[in-house]
């Protein structure tokens, strides 16, 4: 799952049967600290209830198309549901790898 804002909609004036009724929504991606990530994308609203300027959180590939009503629809990004809190706690520090000793070591 990735962390959006919708910024926009989508209006479609031909579409495939199974996505009537269906609202499409222009998606920025948003890192943990809520700074925008890539490109936006569309997303389906699989929610029905996302509209611009909310936090949501969406899907891609197969899981978006899991995500709809009618299952195995053709799209790519669904909103799966709107963040009503968020909260972010500090990233876990990566470990270093360890330091290797060259002490008695010959080179050939």
Same mark, same amino acid.
């Given at each position: 799952?990735?962390? $959006?804002?919708? +910024?926009?909609? %989508?209006?479609?004036? /031909?579409?495939?049967?199974?996505?009537?009724?269906?609202?499409?929504? =222009?998606?920025?991606?948003?890192?943990?600290?809520?700074?925008?990530?890539?490109?936006?994308?569309?997303?389906?609203?699989?929610?029905?209830?996302?509209?611009? $300027?909310?936090? +949501?959180?969406? %899907?891609?590939?197969? /899981?978006?198309?899991?995500?709809?009503?009618?299952?195995?629809?053709? =799209?790519?990004?669904?909103?799966?549901?709107?963040?009503?809190?968020?909260?972010?706690?500090?990233?876990?520090?990566?470990?270093?790898?360890?330091?290797?000793?060259?002490?008695?070591?010959?080179?050939?």
């Amino acid at each position: 799952m990735h962390l $959006g804002r919708v +910024i926009g909609t %989508v209006v479609a004036s /031909e579409r495939t049967p199974n996505l009537d009724g269906v609202k499409f929504l =222009v998606v920025q991606p948003l890192t943990r600290d809520l700074e925008d990530r890539g490109r936006p994308v569309i997303a389906a609203d699989g929610v029905a209830m996302a509209g611009p $300027g909310e936090l +949501i959180y969406f %899907v891609g590939s197969r /899981e978006a198309a899991q995500a709809m009503p009618e299952p195995f629809v053709p =799209v790519d990004h669904a909103i799966v549901g709107i963040v009503d809190q968020l909260n972010v706690g500090a990233l876990p520090k990566k470990k270093r790898p360890a330091k290797t000793s060259t002490k008695g070591k010959t080179k050939k």
